[in-house]
């Protein structure tokens, strides 16, 4: 057992043994015009223990972001069952931060003020989550920034204030839906590398979607590999044993690495070739 594995292990121990989430056989159902019924996601089953790092990857429009919505009480499943450490899930996630792909920030808000929000929204006095506000810019790389506004900051920083605004309010899960999707190659890669850091100081659990295979490995415990849809199916399960702590560009290099991207390729090529012919690309 790797040293990741041993603190995931403990960390369930504490919780006994119970998932910090855990979509049991679900079925994402909706109803179209003309009375049809286009199922998203079929008997669906994952479970993401707590302080465990979780991709799935998939084709476009094969359900992994449906996923995350009933992982965060966006969206009931029409069957099966969500819990959360082990609590049938009924309404709104309280104990998740959800970092979406497009930015969350108010435009009329400074950085810090759009960090603090979270807190304040909690009745926390405005002077304390301006404080805390402050260390979270600090530990993402903008201690200086706090007075600018969203347009003055290039992608990676609002990036970087997005992931302080979701940090601050200390969840217990992390939900990531193609966080990083919009940025460069370059940018990518220091946010991976810093989303790696904050993680690793407190191993939450993190669900991350994306459609890079490469960002998927690099960072994750485990990457699940969703089938095109409709009536998207999780089709494989990868356990990535690569030593932590990472750096992207170096844990890209290991022989390791290539080799399990193209064991997980060989079975996500095919899907992800049906869903570009559904999608009119074929």
């Known amino acids: 057992m790797t040293g990741v594995q041993q603190a995931i292990a403990a960390n369930a121990a504490v919780r006994g043994a119970m998932p910090a989430v855990a979509l049991d056989d679900v ?3 909706f109803r179209m015009a003309g009375n049809h019924v286009y199922t998203a996601v079929k008997r669906a089953s994952l479970s993401v223990a707590d302080g465990e790092f979780v991709s799935i990857v998939g084709p476009t429009g094969c359900g992994k972001s449906t996923l995350l919505n009933v992982a965060a009480g966006l969206l009931a499943p029409s069957s ?13 996630n309280r104990q998740a931060g959800y970092l979406f792909q497009a930015d969350a920030l108010f435009p009329w808000k400074t950085a810090i003020d759009n960090v603090a929000i979270g807190l ?33 900051l290039s992608g990676g920083q609002r990036k970087r204030v997005g992931l302080a605004q979701v940090l601050i309010r200390n969840p217990k899960i992390l939900l990531m ?21 904050r993680w690793s100081a407190d191993r939450k659990a993190v669900l991350f ?57 060989q079975k996500l090529k095919d899907e992800v070739i049906k869903g570009y012919a559904q999608t009119g690309g074929g």
């Open 120 to 152: 304040e929204t909690a009745n926390v006095a405005s002077k304390l989550a301006h404080d805390r506000a402050q260390d979270w810019l600090k530990r993402v790389g903008l201690g200086s920034f706090g007075a600018r506004y969203p347009h003055m």
């Open 209 to 265: 979607v994306t459609h890079d295979l490469e960002e998927a490995i690099a960072l994750s415990d485990r990457v699940v590999i969703m089938s095109a849809g409709p009536a998207a199916r999780i089709i494989g399960d990868w356990t990535v044993n690569l030593p932590r702590p990472r750096d992207i560009s170096e844990v890209k290099l290991d022989p390791a690495f290539h080799a399990l991207h193209r064991e997980i390729w």
């Open 27 to 29: 079925t994402i159902s």
């Open 177 to 197: 839906d193609e966080p990083f999707g919009p940025l460069d190659a370059q940018t990518r890669q220091i946010m991976g590398n810093l989303l790696l850091d």
């Open 80 to 92: 099966g069952k969500a819990s959360i450490f082990g609590r049938a899930l009924a309404g709104l």
